[in-house]
């Protein structure tokens, strides 16, 4: 049975940090595309950070380049999210899916239908 477990959110004030993991059972994340989405109250799921440790690589949409670090670890079977200077809009339930490896993963990785295994969620409020 493949599970992802997310964990690490909670409060936290604007220009702070916090570090989300994923965790995976029941399936090899270092071997498939693992991106971290968020969604917050009112509005569409919105991917944030992709990376594929095949192919070396990390994805970042605009809106938390340079703020945030995808990374993964093998021996774990987990995949980070640090994420710094958080800001207001930064609030969301982040979840952690992963999509099976694939070719082009670069171009299509904030596509959420590709992935077919989904966490539950860890809640992320940036609050003064």
């Known amino acids: 049975q493949v599970q992802l477990v997310e964990s690490g959110g909670g409060l936290v004030q604007p220009g702070g940090s916090l570090k989300l993991s994923c965790a995976a059972s029941g399936l090899q994340l270092h071997s498939r595309g693992v991106a971290w989405f968020r969604q917050a109250p009112g509005k569409e799921r919105e991917a944030v950070s992709a990376?594929?440790?095949?192919?070396?690589?990390?994805y970042y949409a605009d809106s938390v380049r340079g703020r945030f670090t995808i990374s993964g670890h093998n021996g774990a079977n987990t995949v980070y999210l640090q994420m710094n200077n958080l800001k207001p809009e930064d609030t969301a339930v982040y979840y952690c899916a992963t999509a099976p490896r694939r070719a082009s993963y670069g171009a299509v990785w904030m596509d959420s239908s590709l992935y077919n295994y989904w966490g539950r969620g860890t809640q992320v409020t940036v609050s003064s």
């Open positions: 990376i594929s440790r095949s192919a070396g690589s990390t």
